[in-house]
């Protein structure tokens, strides 16, 4: 891998993996809200970033996500579900990455292996789902996982050497999950990093449209 685009690399697992990969001699360029006022929930600026960028890039990871919709937390009943919240969840975790991938595909080689993985989260698998709560959260990753899956079979004809995933990380100790950790077990932003970074090292296009976690196990739709 020569050059990488690291979409939220101001965030935890973001800044960490723009460190791993730099540390691998790869060229990193990044964008996000905090840096570059990317909004991802606005075309034009997704467009606008992406379209000043020159290509290609051997992968595009994106590192975004919210886990509070409209600022409301995570819904324990049915009860607090708030359409504000979920519209909110969905802009951000499955139409923002998709968009991304969207005006990222001239960005990626069609001569040579490329990849677009974006961050996605275990309570997104419907098959997995043995809790309940998370409405919005929950929804809106396996919204995400479903937009990866159906443009990983687009980009396929195209772009016979990419990979398109989605990744699970593990529940990482940022900011982002500080609330929300309770007794599951954290690992550190440089370690994530590092297990998110291998997996991806061992994919092949066979396993594009996939869903992962850091350890490289497929997670249940």
């Not at 964008?31 to 020159?54: F, I, N």
């Not at 819904?75 to 923002?96: C, H, M, R, T, Y």
């Not at 040579?112 to 809106?140: C, E, K, P």
């Not at 995933?165 to 990482?172: N, R, S, Y």
């Amino acid at each position: 891998m020569e050059r990488a685009l690291v979409i939220g690399g101001t965030g935890g697992i973001g800044a960490a993996v723009v460190a791993e990969l730099r540390m691998r001699g790869v060229a990193v360029e990044t964008l996000s809200r905090s840096a570059d006022g990317l909004d991802l929930c606005d075309e034009a600026s997704v467009r606008a970033a992406l379209g000043a960028l020159q290509a290609p890039f051997d992968m595009v990871f994106m590192a975004t996500g919210k886990l509070d919709g409209a600022g409301q937390p995570p819904e324990k009943a049915l009860k607090s579900v708030d359409p504000a919240a979920l519209a909110d969840q969905f802009a951000v975790n499955a139409i923002g990455p998709l968009l991304v991938l969207k005006h990222a595909v001239r960005l990626m080689p069609r001569d040579r292996r490329s990849v677009f993985a974006a961050l996605s989260a275990r309570v997104g698998s419907i098959g997995d789902n043995r809790m309940g709560g998370w409405y919005a959260y929950r929804m809106a990753k396996a919204a995400l996982n479903q937009g990866l899956h159906t443009a990983a079979i687009e980009l396929a004809r195209t772009h016979r050497q990419a990979i398109c995933v989605a990744l699970h990380p593990g529940t990482v100790a940022t900011p982002f999950t500080a609330a929300y950790a309770g007794r599951h077990r954290t690992v550190a932003p440089d370690q994530a990093a590092k297990n998110l970074l291998g997996v991806i090292d061992g994919l092949t296009p066979a396993e594009t449209g996939g869903f992962f976690d850091w350890a490289g196990k497929r997670v249940a739709w």
